[in-house]
Nanobody
Framework: QVQLEESGGGLVQPGGSLTLSCAAP????????VGWFRQSPEKGREFIVG????????SYVDSVKGRFIVSRDNAKEQVFLQMNALKPEDTAVYFC??????????????????WGQGTQVTVAW
């Protein structure tokens, strides 16, 4: 079983930026599509962005479109989530997940094979 690792979470003021990273020590991330999810008590776990194996295709939910940017460096086997113009409602635990079967990142959590432990992002004054 592969355990993904997220990093980069923290406390940021509204309007600020954070960049999250996702890696898979011992894994083969360059062969997987990757999705980012977030979970909060109010909304539960929700898909927010996805990136295909090559990085050539990305998808975003409306609530983060234009503010978040997903990218990947397959040489370093890492995926990044740049979050800009953060809002208090972005506060959540953020997870990355990998799908070994699909070229494109699914939007449904049960389609993913590997998950990270999550990293807390808090947007507040």
């Amino acid at each position: 079983q592969v355990q993904l690792e997220e990093s980069g979470g923290g406390l940021v003021q509204p309007g600020g930026s954070l960049t999250l990273s996702c890696a898979a020590p011992g894994g083969n991330m360059k062969r997987w599509s990757v999705g980012w999810f977030r979970q909060s008590p109010e909304k539960g776990r929700e898909f927010i962005v996805g990136i295909s194996r090559s990085g050539g295709s990305t998808s975003y939910v409306d609530s983060v479109k234009g503010r978040f940017i997903v990218s990947r460096d397959n040489a370093k086997e890492q995926v990044f989530l740049q979050m800009n113009a953060l809002k208090p409602e972005d506060t959540a635990v953020y997870f990355c997940a990998a799908d070994v079967d699909s070229y494109y990142a699914p939007t449904i959590s049960r389609d993913y094979d590997y998950w990270g432990q999550g990293t807390q992002v808090t947007v507040a004054w």
